[in-house]
């Protein structure tokens, strides 16, 4: 299995950025699909999850309303839409994979990506 997250770079505050993750060797359409960061010198934390089909989404209550996770299964890719960036945001962003359906629960992931890097200036 392998994820390629891309898509990150430096924004101002209260800009946007969407990231995408392209992902192979895994049924795509029967996997939860996850948005892990970590920023530095902390641990890595829950950003988001989506279901199989996309129809339930899940995020943390930090980037609630101004983040938005989707799918595209046709192309194996995930992405996570950032609006309204904040400093605070800034962190290596990762996407994973796991086979149980609950996006709520926020462990359970099988793969991770490489990570991505989003930094957000004041």
């Known amino acids: 299995v392998q994820l390629q997250a891309y898509g990150g770079g430096l924004v101002q505050a209260g800009g946007s950025l969407r990231l995408s993750c392209a992902a192979s060797g895994v049924t795509f359409s029967t996997a939860t699909m996850g948005w892990f960061r970590q920023a530095p010198g902390k641990e890595r934390d829950f950003v988001a999850a989506i279901s199989r089909t996309g129809g339930i989404r899940y995020y943390a209550d930090s980037v609630k309303g101004r983040f938005t996770i989707s799918r595209d299964n046709t192309k194996n890719t995930v992405y996570l839409q950032m609006n309204s960036l904040k400093p605070e945001d800034t962190a290596v962003y990762f996407c994973?994979?796991?086979?149980?359906?609950?996006?709520?629960?926020?462990?359970?992931?099988?793969?991770w990506g490489q990570g991505t890097l989003v930094t957000v200036s004041s």
């Open positions: 994973a994979t796991k086979t149980d359906p609950s996006t709520t629960r926020i462990g359970g992931y099988d793969y």
